[in-house]
């Protein structure tokens, strides 16, 4: 499909490309119709006697969480929905609209530029589809084969609310239990006094929204670099099955691209990024952390588990690990110093915008990750959106691995 101006358009002025020769053009798409040719292809742009016919639709809403043509949802509250669409003027036609989903409700049936949509209950990918159709009428009658016709399509990632996660359980998938930082007897019992999710317990409770990630969903694109599947603990080398729930704060999409275009203005390939963990389920973090007799609990409250979190890694050459950017021949924890940069500078705008997307963010030597055919050092980013006791960014750790020298984090 041609794609949409960036503004909408219904009722501005039509392009004078295709509106020089309305009669022209009925008069070629009267042959057209007698022919049995009752839809031209007008997804694209069609020659029409020397000039060009420009029908784009798009579907709008005024979320951020859309791109392109697919809309992620934060939660099942109804969205508002606008038609653009730049059709041609044709002299004796009328236009007709239809809207259609194959999932949850539309307020408005026809006719309508706006309508809203009412997303299902539980988790679902739904086409919502708006399709135009220009009707000739002919002795004051409408004829009932259109001249052109066109669709738009947006497809809508819901989630299921939280309250569906029962007994560490939603729709037949484990997540495990998330715990409330809010629980005095919890935080006296696992001695959480002190600790971030005890002071920022607001950034920690349990996700009110869960994504199905299966067959469906997996591949669809929520960002330009981004496919939902990209998030779920689901790999090539490591499924947990076909099906999945997981978190995802789009805010960690969102400044995950921020970092693309930072790490591009640095003249790094920004573009080869390649996620290692996005979400990471309680149950799983449980059973790693029994299975690495990790008893800090640290990953009780890890940002993983809220969908705010994400390890990365840049791979230019496609080898799985971080390439070598300091370019002395070595693959280590330190060639993720000029990605730290990146994070800092970011960081550093967002709370000189006011923004809440600042976070924390750390390095390894290894992820870990057992599963994976080879070992990387990696980044840590997030989205927490508060500072360590003293004010400042939080980073870690506080000694480079390996010599022990300190880490000045702001001089990098
Ligand atoms: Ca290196």
């Known amino acids: 499909m041609t794609r949409a101006p960036a503004s909408p358009s219904p009722g501005r002025r039509p ?44 579907i709008r809403t005024s979320l951020s969480s ?36 194959d999932n949850g409700r539309l307020e408005f049936a026809d006719s309508e530029l706006r309508n809203r949509f009412f997303p299902p209950p539980a988790a679902a990918v739904t086409a919502i589809e708006a399709e135009l159709g220009l009707f000739p009428r002919r002795d004051g009658l409408t004829l009932p084969t259109p001249l052109l016709t066109n669709k738009a399509m947006l497809r809508v990632i819901s989630p299921s609310p939280g309250s569906l996660l029962q007994m560490g ?74 099906r999945q729930y997981m978190a995802l704060d789009y805010g960690l999409v969102r400044k995950l691209e921020d970092l693309v275009d930072e790490m591009n203005r640095a003249g790094l390939p920004g573009d080869k990024i390649r996620l290692l963990f996005g979400f990471r389920s309680p149950a799983f973090s449980a059973e790693r952390n029994i299975r690495e007799a990790d008893d800090s609990l640290q990953a009780s409250f890890s940002l993983h588990l809220y969908g705010k979190a994400a390890d990365f890694i840049l791979d230019a050459d496609g080898d799985l690990r971080l390439d070598d950017l300091d370019h002395d021949g070595q693959i280590t924890v330190r060639d993720t110093i000029p990605l730290i940069r990146c994070v800092n500078n970011l960081d550093r705008r967002y709370r000189a915008k006011g923004g809440s997307l600042f976070g924390g963010a750390g390095v ?49």
Request: proline content about 8%; some cysteine; aromatic content about 10%.
């Open 66 to 101: 859309q791109y392109d043509n697919t809309l992620l949802l934060e939660n099942n509250e109804p969205v508002s929905l606008l038609l653009d669409f730049q059709a041609p003027r044709l002299a004796g036609c009328e236009q007709k609209l239809r809207w259609r989903c």
């Open 15 to 58: 392009d004078p490309s295709f509106v020089k020769a309305p009669l022209a053009a009925a008069a070629f798409l009267a042959v057209a119709l007698t022919a049995g040719s009752g839809a031209l292809a007008a997804d694209a742009v069609s020659p029409i006697k020397g000039t060009t016919v420009d029908f784009s639709m798009t």
């Open 169 to 242: 359980e939603i729709d037949g998938c484990r997540i495990g239990d998330f715990l409330d930082p809010t629980d005095l007897g919890l935080r006296r019992n696992l001695n959480l006094d002190g600790s971030y999710a005890a002071l920022h317990p607001d950034r920690f409770l349990s996700p009110r929204a869960l994504y199905l990630v299966d067959d469906v969903s997996r591949n669809l694109p929520i960002s330009r670099h981004f496919r939902l599947g990209d998030f779920a603990l689901d790999f090539p080398w490591f499924s947990l099955g076909k």
């Open 364 to 412: 390894a030597v290894r992820h870990e990750f057992p599963e994976r055919p080879v070992q990387s050092p990696y980044i840590h980013v997030d989205t927490r959106g508060f500072l360590d006791e003293k004010g400042n960014l939080i980073r870690w750790p506080d000694r480079w691995p390996g010599t022990g020298d300190p880490i000045d984090w702001d001089r990098l």
